[in-house]
């Protein structure tokens, strides 16, 4: 169990900050001032200017224990025999009716097995006890457990078969003793897992489709299975003692009912879905000195699933859990029902019996809705999870209507001995951010992927350690890593530091908002093709565009207005609002190309036009498209060969250029009109032909508009061999050629120039160097910022050159390197250069 160190100005406990470290913060959330304090004269956790742990002791001391008439009722006096062979169901039957009729008692069952074919159906003011060494082993035939039942089934009401323990609208009620509850369920119940997802879908759908709840009648000819113990509209609820062991489906359950308390349970329940303990829209519950040891959550506090809990609007709220040992697949979780709300929950004092896959674990998705707010963990100690603190906005990465909303947790003192995967895991929505995030005092030994935070709006994060390194944050997190370049002094920004590759558009595609608040880049962290943000400030990356999505690593582009990204995903041009991720589409070119178009990421300034192409082994074709009056134009097209690098001038939509296959300018024994780099339609004019030829010992590659369309610039290599290399360029009519800078030494390969036309970044393609230079077009002189360092020889494949790009207004360079052995994305701040 982890300790808080005693404070040295005070007997008891602080925590954990020395006396010099002492400040006091202001936080604004939402309309109300929270105040945080740190170290030893005052807790951190402040809520409405208390301590918030002050008001978990409030609740647990509100809640009211059930109370049972002294009366006594033996099983054995009402037929029951525990010889595991006798059906005791008509002798419960008989037993709790007359509990009832003498208005409550305490109904004993005396050592040894019971079998019992069908449901338990208590009644207020009656304690279930179970002595020690009796065991109630529950039959498996399903027709035994109707007629159904009113329940809650994944978060949703409806009639079902009945849980094997049930009680409706009971106060009062206990079941307690140091016997066992035996589901029986893991040869029979436990195979219709594989049954369900038919009426998994159809109750969703009443859910959602508000279908009336007398229609939702499952049970016989379904296969939703019943939970073990369910208390639905009940008050004062003791559960003491017991073991729960091979449950149907959800353990112990809660729904709409309030004054719980759970101690001193255990658990060896591993079917499919064995929840140990689910609050579901209940409040005033206390969890205590259980012992967990489950096939899913070990605690999972829910309210409901989608639209029906949105409308009800039933939390789940004042709820305490301590000094429980937690094992198995999740251990204190919230979610993923949790569309009415949850808040007012405190954890703290837990340790580990075993490994968790998920230790502290917040979970909706965008289908859920809900605020999850006010949460607080303290004390907890894990040995191996897979992640150990998660808040999830995305579970499953369904839904698309109603994203959720955490705010206000505050998690300390946990630790893990380690994390097969995130040590911190905190996704918001592109819709609505995570807000208030506090992490405190939190070890975990080991973690491939230490932190990843993605949609945050506030995150405090202090004497966290993770890898033995520190992961200290105020406001956001971030999420690049600041160097020196040690052949220059520059200061480098390596943005993404991930084992999945990442890297930035370049050229003529804008990799930076028109503020330079942001640069975007394309990641594989997530499995696929996503494209992320970071902000130039604070170093806080967050995903922009969905999963769903198929984007091709670097195709994309900041469009002209700055704010917008573009993409390409099959026949349809996307358009995501980097702030707030709001997706739209930009053009469906659905039955109108003869095959699916590629992308080329190249705009008018005004944004009116783009270029997409064809590219097949019997096609290759240029196709303007004016976005706003939806014309699509074929501008070339020719059979054999290939096509590449199709631009548009930026300030004249009747200007394409294009490179045309194979490229035959090694060859010098051709004649000129047949060593032709670049080709040039002009739409007024009505004509295709060459626009960039090199002389004889010479040749041209990597094409680029100036920002004001009136020049057009390459690199001009030396055939053979290289160098030297030049950085050039000629007007728009293909006349005024100029050399703006040359290096014998250099393998100049890839850049563009900066809007303003005076200056041109360039990287080299000699491997593992690569300079990084920057060029004065009125001078001619260059300046090495750094060398990158990556391989250069994996190529476009491996994502391996470096491909430079400037920021809107000249502030920052992006590149990409595989320096690391994958390739990443960085940045350069020049300021102005």
């Not at 499919?272 to 489950?294: A, H, K, Q, R, T």
């Not at 003192?413 to 807000?435: E, F, T, W």
């Not at 806080?540 to 999505?549: C, D, F, K, W």
Request: charged share 25%; aromatic share 10%.
């Amino acid at each position: 169990m982890i300790k808080k160190p005693p404070c040295p100005s005070q007997g008891g406990f602080c925590l954990g900050i020395e006396l010099m470290n002492c400040r006091v913060r202001l936080l604004i959330v939402a309309a109300a001032l929270m105040v945080a304090t740190f170290g030893c004269k005052s807790n951190r956790n402040l809520k409405d200017g208390v301590d918030p742990w002050r008001h978990a002791a409030d609740i647990v001391d509100q809640i009211t224990l059930p109370e049972i008439p002294e009366q006594t009722f033996l099983l054995s006096d009402f037929g029951g025999k525990g010889d595991g062979v006798t059906d005791n169901k008509s002798a419960f039957d008989r037993i709790i009716s007359a509990v009832a009729e003498s208005g409550g008692g305490r109904v004993v069952v005396e050592p040894g097995t019971y079998l019992i074919n069908g449901p338990i159906h208590l009644v207020s003011h009656t304690n279930l006890h179970l002595e020690e060494e009796t065991r109630l082993v529950f039959g498996n035939n399903p027709d035994d457990y109707l007629p159904v039942v009113l329940t809650s089934w994944e978060g949703t009401r409806a009639y079902n078969y009945s849980p094997f323990i049930y009680a409706n609208g009971a106060n009062n009620i206990a079941i307690t003793g140091k016997g066992e509850i035996d589901g029986n369920a893991s040869t029979t119940w436990n195979n219709w897992k594989s049954l369900q997802d038919p009426d998994k879908k159809l109750i969703r759908g009443m859910n959602n489709q508000e279908v009336p709840l007398e229609e939702r009648v499952f049970g016989k000819g379904h296969f939703l299975r019943p939970h073990l113990v369910q208390f639905y509209e009940c008050k004062n609820i003791l559960v003491e003692d017991v073991k729960i062991s091979d449950s149907p489906f959800w353990c112990l359950h809660f729904v709409f009912s309030s004054d719980i308390t759970v101690r001193r349970v255990t658990y060896e329940a591993f079917n499919f879905n064995n929840d140990g303990i689910d609050p579901e829209s209940s409040e005033n519950v206390l969890i205590e000195d259980v012992v967990f040891n489950n096939r899913d959550d070990n605690i999972a506090i829910k309210a409901g699933r989608d639209l029906e809990a949105r409308t009800l609007k039933r939390p789940s709220r004042n709820i305490v859990v301590r000094n429980c040992l937690f094992s198995g697949h999740n251990a204190i979780a919230v979610g993923s029902e949790m569309s009415g709300g949850v808040h007012d929950v405190y954890v703290e004092d837990c340790s580990f019996a075993g490994k968790v896959i998920y230790g502290f674990y917040l979970k909706g998705n965008r289908d859920r809705g809900g605020m999850v707010h006010d949460i607080y963990a303290r004390n907890i100690e894990f040995d191996s999870t897979r992640s150990t603190i998660i808040i999830d906005s995305n579970y499953k990465n369904q839904g698309s209507c109603c994203p959720p909303h955490f705010k206000n947790i505050w998690i300390e003192h946990i630790s893990a001995s380690h994390a097969s995967d995130h040590g911190i895991y905190l996704n918001g929505s592109p819709q609505v951010h995570l807000d208030s995030i506090f992490i405190r005092d939190v070890e975990i030994k080991s973690a491939p992927q230490p932190v990843e935070v993605n949609f945050m709006d506030h995150l405090e994060m202090e004497g966290v350690r993770i890898n033995g390194q520190a992961f200290d944050v105020d406001g956001g997190w971030p999420s690049w890593v600041k160097s020196t370049s040690p052949e220059t002094g520059r200061e480098v920004w390596q943005i993404t530091s991930d084992t999945a590759p990442a890297v930035a558009c370049y050229f003529e595609r804008q990799a930076f908002t028109s503020d330079e608040k942001y640069v975007i880049y394309a990641s594989r962290k997530s499995g696929v093709w996503r494209l992320y943000r970071t902000d130039l400030k604070s170093g806080v990356s967050a995903p922009i565009t969905p999963l769903s999505r198929k984007i091709m690593d670097d195709d994309y582009t900041l469009m002209p207005d700055g704010e917008r990204v573009c993409y390409l995903d099959g026949w349809k041009l996307y358009a995501t609002r980097v702030e707030s991720g709001e997706e739209e589409m930009l053009y469906d070119y659905t039955g109108l190309l003869p095959d699916k178009p590629r992308y080329t990421g190249s705009f008018t300034n005004d944004g009116n036009y783009t270029l997409v192409y064809v590219y097949n082994d019997t096609l290759k074709a240029i196709f303007r498209t004016n976005l706003v009056t939806g014309e699509v134009l074929e501008v070339h097209r020719h059979l054999e060969g290939k096509i590449s690098h199709p631009l548009i001038n930026p300030e004249d939509p009747n200007v394409i250029t294009y490179v045309p296959g194979p490229d035959t300018q090694n060859d010098m024994s051709l004649p000129m009109e047949m060593r032709a780099r670049s080709w040039k339609v002009d739409l007024k004019a009505g004509t295709d032909r060459q626009f960039l030829t090199m002389p004889y010992g010479f040749r041209a590659t990597h094409e680029s508009w100036s920002y004001d369309g009136e020049r057009f610039f390459f690199f001009r290599k030396t055939r053979p061999g290289w160098s030297p290399a030049a950085i050039c360029s000629q007007d728009k009519s293909g006349g005024d050629f100029r050399v703006h800078y040359e290096s014998d030494s250099i393998k100049l390969g890839h850049g563009i120039a900066s809007r303003d036309g005076r200056w041109f970044i360039s990287d080299c393609q000699q491997p593992g160097s690569n300079e990084l230079v920057l060029v004065n077009l009125d001078s001619g002189e260059g300046e090495v910022l750094c060398w990158p360092n990556s391989s250069v020889d994996g190529g476009h494949t491996m994502r391996a050159h470096v491909h430079p790009s400037f920021s809107p207004n000249g502030k920052y360079i992006c590149y990409t390197s595989d320096r690391s052995g994958v390739s990443q994305v960085y940045v350069v701040p020049v300021g102005e250069p």
